[in-house]
Nanobody, 115 residues
Framework: QVQVVESGGGLVQPGESLRLSCEVS????????VIWHRQSPGQQRDWVAS???????KFVDSVKGRFTIFRDNAKNTVYLQMNNLKPEDTGVYYC?????????WGQGTQVTVSS
């Protein structure tokens, strides 16, 4: 049974940083692709960043240059490093682990950027 657990959210001021973690347990030796999504208040859930099983990275334009994503396959964990956070980054961040047609979601972690 694959489980996805996010952690690392919190309340920060604009300009500060946070690192979110997404641990995928119960997976096989082949790494899953991981997609980070964000659901801001009153908004739909949108894709923010992703890393493929081979390490290919993609970012939505609004976070390019501020967010980075990297994986530690030994820990089955993908990290979303968020720098220079802005109030519009506020939302619940969800991690989705994917492989082919299979998709597993975590419960989300809240990020609030406010002065």
């Amino acid at each position: 049974q694959v489980q996805v657990v996010e952690s690392g959210g919190g309340l920060v001021q604009p300009g500060e940083s946070l690192r979110l973690s997404c641990e995928v347990s119960g997976a096989t030796s082949t790494p899953y692709g991981v997609i980070w999504h964000r659901q801001s208040p009153g908004q739909q859930r949108d894709w923010v960043a992703s890393v493929g099983g081979t390490g290919a990275r993609k970012f939505v334009d609004s976070v390019k240059g501020r967010f980075t994503i990297f994986r530690d396959n030994a820990k089955n964990t993908v990290y979303l490093q968020m720098n220079n956070l802005k109030p519009e980054d506020t939302g619940v961040y969800y991690c989705e682990a994917v492989r082919g047609t299979l998709s597993y979601w975590g419960q989300g972690t809240q990020v609030t950027v406010s002065s």
